[in-house]
């Protein structure tokens, strides 16, 4: 690690780090897959609409997190000199991990790229910057509310699925975008990826509206489970 790169943080802490950042990952690389478009459509078939904002915002929202993950972890260095530098640093390299992560998901498959919505890695990387610094300057002036770190907990069974992962499942099941779930649901389609990444919980209202397209598209009942707490 580069000298003055962050805080002198524990090991244990980094390890940390380091699992929250895949977790994050885990959540955000397939709905940035879901976007891919074709590089080739025959005239056959309907062209695909282009969601370069959405697209764009995606990325916003995952860079957030990203800096979010390591930078609640800076908390008790608030007062040192360096500190500033250390949210720039942090910042950069959040930026690199957000660009990295753009071109891998954009190379996996030659016909279908992520490029086809229009919003180009240079694009994405400067929408990222501009959110960086908002988020960087939050924590510098105070206004940045650091999650609770809980104790660890008993990893879950592999059987038990989250109710995201439930979700992005009954979706590819359907066959459906996100888009027209959001349509079907009357939301902005940012809920829906925040309801497929495990970031916010369905409210009642919603997950009942889910239940129902579903089980209308799958021609059978569909219940999703209603015991994780709201955000």
Known sequence: MEPFQRPPLAPLVLEEIRQSIYKIDQRYWPLIIEFRGP????????????????????????????????????????????????????????????QEVFRQLDEIDPNAILTYHGASNLQIGAAVSETLSDVAKQYRDGEAKPTPIEAPRPSAPATQESLGAHIKRLQGECGITTEEIAEALEVVPRSIYKHLAGQTVPRRVHLAAYEKLFSERLKRSVTLQRSAKRS
Not at 48 to 55: A, E, K, M, N, V
Not at 66 to 73: Q, S
Not at 81 to 91: I, K, V
């Open 39 to 98: 590089t080739f459509v025959p005239p056959s078939i309907p062209v695909p609409p282009r969601r370069p904002l959405q697209l764009i915002e995606l990325f916003r929202s995952y860079a957030s997190e990203l800096f979010k993950a390591e930078a609640d972890r800076f908390e008790p260095f608030r007062a040192d000199r360096l500190y500033g530098p250390w949210l720039s640093n942090l910042s950069t390299r959040v930026g690199v991990h957000i």
